[in-house]
């Protein structure tokens, strides 16, 4: 039920709509957790203050505490980035916000909802987005009663469901045919935050936009590609969760196979979302299961000599089950078995309790045929740089100054920060909510997507878990295991460490 303390509120909040609008209303189920406090209320105020959201759009929250809209700012704001010049917009919008208790489970709760959401529309046409900020174990129950009970019959419906999606081939089919048999995939969003990310969209216009590389971008040029998303932090005190899934699942089997889709897709007729999506699709069915002999799975040690988490191993988390053999780190390879990448391996690695936080692309090139140069030059690779420090650079070789022809290492360099000084720089969330608003579905999963993921990792998976195949221990704040630079240097990439790129300030 609504608090009856939250009457003025819905007065205010029916004089904030005006009546020849539309009313816009976003949802967040799951209002009182991690996910909405975190993430979703900040991006949400960060659009609002920035005038992107639509004019006149009510935010509801929803989840089973009791709370009231002072309770639910009182949660977000350490996560908000608020001016001193932005108090009174501030004020706007929780002014614009609302909230509703109500169970997860209980058609009752929602009938209650939309209730409240008739409300707050007053007889306007109301376009409603669900995002469902919440633990996939409610997935189903939340849906079905959001399909039966709170659906508009005036405008639009939008459901945003949060990975994981599934837990492999069998419960991801399970969850898809239950969303299918509810909604059209026109209103269903699989987020995916790294397809938001700034330098992931930038693939797109430097795979397309450049006719430098459209020759280059194939089996008789490029000898490798890596994608590695390192963290440099663990999972202490979130383990018992993270257990759940694992490196794989948290991260290899989603984000990075979308990167990598977009990485090694076809030129798409035009920028449409279906026909992006169509490339993308393509290149996972050219894709053969994971192999358990092309990987390397770790698993984090404590350091006795590290600082606050470091000094903790994966298994000294007393919310990690005894004897856990799920890894924090895996390094895998595949090929996409087409006329363009064939024999091209694609070198995939992600870990927790790393030396570094870093996420990037590297298209590593064959070596110059024909050297003149006594074996002095190295490889040329492309480097996408997704976070930190946003940049693609590019190695190379150039003449070391001086009397003689000596090939020293170098770079083209675009850092962001210093190309482009005082812009905006969207999070992720920024864009993949603003996409639902906007109904554009370029930055999220399709079904027939998630089908072709699960299918290249089900098999891996099984085995790892039914054999209870135990990692390699590696120390917190270390590179990962050892072994897993053997597999790479196994499949052709070439490590020279005679350069290192610096972020320009």
Aim: charge should be neutral; hydrophobic fraction near 35%; charged fraction near 30%.
């Amino acid at each position: 039920m609504a608090d009856a303390n939250q009457e003025n509120a819905t007065s205010l909040l029916l004089d904030y709509v005006p009546k020849d609008a539309d009313s816009k209303i976003f949802v967040v189920l799951g209002a009182s957790g991690d996910l909405a406090k975190k993430k979703i209320y900040p991006t949400l105020w960060m659009l609002y203050k920035s005038q992107l959201v639509p004019k006149h759009t009510i935010f509801v929250g929803y989840a089973r505490s009791k709370l009231t809209v002072a309770d639910l700012r009182k949660k977000a704001e350490p996560y908000l980035k608020v001016k001193d010049d932005e108090k009174d917009k501030l004020d706007a919008f929780f002014k614009a916000n609302y909230y509703v208790q109500g169970s997860y489970t209980e058609a009752s709760a929602y009938q209650n909802l939309d209730v409240e959401l008739k409300k707050l529309e007053n007889g306007l046409k109301a376009n409603r987005i669900f995002y469902l900020a919440l633990p996939p174990s409610v997935f189903m129950p939340v849906t079905e009663n959001i399909k039966k009970c709170c659906m508009s019959s005036s405008g639009y419906n939008r459901v945003v469901v949060e990975k994981p999606f599934g837990h492999d081939s069998a419960s991801s089919a399970k969850l898809s045919e239950h969303l299918s048999s509810l909604f059209n995939e026109e209103q269903i969003y699989r987020i995916d935050h790294y397809l938001g990310k700034e330098m992931v969209q930038n693939l797109m216009v430097l795979r397309f936009g450049n006719r430098i590389f459209g020759p280059l971008w194939n089996r008789d040029n490029i000898q490798c590609v890596m994608i590695q998303f390192k963290e440099d932090i663990g999972t202490y005190g979130r383990g018992g969760y993270y257990d759940e899934f694992g490196v794989i699942r948290d991260v290899l089997q989603n984000h990075i196979m979308q990167i990598m889709t977009i990485v090694a897709m076809e030129k798409p007729p035009t920028t449409s979302a279906d026909d992006i999506r169509d490339e993308k699709l393509k290149v996972l069915k050219c894709m053969k299961p994971f192999e358990l002999e092309n990987m390397v799975l770790g698993q984090y040690e404590g350091d006795p000599e590290g600082k606050g988490e470091a000094v903790h191993g994966y298994l000294d988390d007393p919310t990690v089950p005894k004897g856990s053999v799920t890894p924090t780190f895996v390094s895998a390879v595949g090929y996409v078995s087409n006329e363009r990448w064939d024999g091209v391996p694609f070198i995939l690695k992600c870990g927790k309790a790393l030396n570094e936080r870093k996420g990037e692309i590297r298209i590593q090139f064959k070596e110059v045929p024909g050297d003149i140069f006594d074996g002095k030059c190295q490889r040329n690779e492309l480097v996408i740089r997704v976070q930190p420090n946003e940049a693609v650079y590019c190695k190379m070789m150039t003449k070391k100054p001086g009397m003689f022809i000596d090939p020293l290492e170098s770079e083209l360099d675009l850092t962001y920060n210093e190309r482009f000084q005082n812009v905006h720089m969207p999070d992720a969330y920024d864009r993949l909510i603003m996409d639902v608003f906007s109904g554009s579905q370029l930055n999220f999963v399709r079904s027939d997507e998630l089908k072709e993921a699960w299918r290249i990792f089900t098999p891996v998976l099984h085995k790892i878990e039914n054999e209870k195949i135990k990692p390699l221990a590696y120390k917190f704040g270390t590179r990962g295991p050892s072994e897993a630079d053997d597999l790479v240097k196994k499949h052709g990439y070439t490590y020279s460490g005679t350069y290192k790129w610096v972020p320009r300030k």
